[in-house]
């Protein structure tokens, strides 16, 4: 699963180099601790034109009648996107990429949480498959943009911390068109194409971070400080 994340200073410009798509820069500022139900940069396209919005983490399914689900649907398995209702729809027409610095993944030691991040080795963004839907209340006076990552069997240096074996889908530049391709509602392209693999796990950095992580409260940039291995 991924259930917390980061974007750091370079993650601005790093975004305008990667998808070369017009933003607002000032609007996208760095955070150590990003977790479910916060706003977040996505990549997404319409009509054959491509963006960066802000959008809530955590789709909230259209069948939703006040806005508020039952599930927080931040992380969507790879597996389930044909079979789950929620997933089904934006899966063909609504797919996007998460832009972030790196995520956390959490050891558990005799009650103790151990906290490590992960980045990519040699680039500073991690560009994740999701999906969006934006939610509108029936009366039309409100909306609600929100986003899903989508999940996959771990690699070995994800699986060896993350004990249900489950890592983000990171999607390679050259895929970024095939998976944005919103004239495409053929999706078992993708399971085809290999989109769904694990990542592999020379092109992924992880290390030991402070245990400060592990609440929401905390956030600079000391959390992605690397540590002293946990033993």
């Known amino acids: 699963m991924c ?3 980061w974007r750091d200073i370079k993650f601005q410009e790093a975004c305008k180099d990667m998808f070369e798509v017009p933003f607002d820069i000032d ?17 997404l396209q319409r009509n054959g034109t491509r963006s960066i ?48 610095s790196g995520f956390y993944e959490w050891k558990r030691s005799n009650g103790e949480k151990y906290p490590y991040g992960f980045e990519m080795a040699e680039k500073p963004i991690m560009p994740l498959a999701g999906l969006y839907h934006e939610w509108e209340s029936s009366d039309g006076s409100k909306r609600i943009p929100s986003f ?25 530049e050259e895929d ?14 993708y399971y085809d194409g290999g989109i769904f693999e694990p990542y592999p796990d020379e092109a992924i950095h992880r290390f030991p971070v402070s245990q400060k992580v592990n609440s929401t409260r905390n956030n600079g940039s000391e959390l992605i400080q690397e540590v002293d291995e946990w033993k």
């Open 53 to 100: 919005e802000e959008f809530r983490w955590g789709l909230i399914p259209f069948y939703e009648k006040e806005g508020k689900p039952k599930y927080p649907y931040f992380n969507a398995r790879a597996e389930k996107l044909t079979e789950t209702a929620a997933y089904k729809g934006p899966f063909k027409k609504s797919r996007c990429i998460v832009p972030i």
């Open 148 to 172: 899903t990552i989508i999940t996959t069997e771990s690699n070995d240096i994800v699986g060896e911390i993350h004990t249900k074996r489950r890592m983000p889908v990171i999607l390679s």
């Open 3 to 5: 259930g917390r994340y």
């Open 27 to 43: 609007e996208i500022l760095p955070n150590f601790n990003l977790a479910p139900t916060t706003q977040n940069p996505i990549v």
């Open 176 to 189: 970024f068109d095939f998976w944005l391709d919103s004239d495409n509602e053929n999706t078992k392209v």
